[in-house]
């Protein structure tokens, strides 16, 4: 035993074992590939299911902030009939009156800013507008900027709430689109961008009275039922999260 000691003290046998312990370099290269094929695995999947979350907990947020304003204007004996009437700016006037309940950084209205220049897509990744801005802010419907970055577009169907039914819902008086996180991506139905309807008894998410409102990013047509445009998601989210 004293010689073997004596062995390695002298380097005869050290050198030998550092030598068959240490790593080559391409040893080290094969580990560290090993090592992006896992993370590719494992963090893409983590990163988009920590994405539909952040978009889950923002679009029930602005779904309950929505409703509250509605609540809080009935409250103060504000009639949406009126609000909602035939020479009611098509949104803008509703936009102003839900301004005071809910907190906006800016009200762009009708025509100008607020909304961004790069495209807003169907939940598949095809286009639904080029540009957005181009999309909302030429039409008619009043457009504003909320604290939290989100941007709220306002449309009101002009008939007093009466004799326009969306959804299976009589007496809707008109809608809100909203992207729950403002410019930021991935601007697509159903993942940020969302789509509520007012009428005189609540406000709901589009595809509330659908039989069948099932999402799927997979579903490569763009009208008709197609499950790949994403409208109905908002309706879907609350049942079943944002699972697809």
Known sequence: MSNI????????VTSSIRHRTAFTLAEVLVTLAVIGVVASLTIVPLVKSSSNIQNTVAFKKQYSNISRARLSLLADGINLETLFSNSSGFGTIALNAFATKMKMFKICGWGTGCWYTSPLKYLNGQIYAPNASDRFMSSAGGSAILNDGSIIWVYSFRTNCT???VDGKNNTCGLIKIDVNGAKGPNKWGRDFFQFYITTTRIYPHGTNY????CDPTDTRTSGASKGRGFLCGAYILQNGMDY
């Not at 039989?211 to 099932?214: G, T």
């Open 163 to 165: 004799s326009y039914s």
């Open 5 to 12: 000691f004596k062995i390695c003290r002298e380097g005869g």
């Open 211 to 214: 039989s069948s409102y099932d």
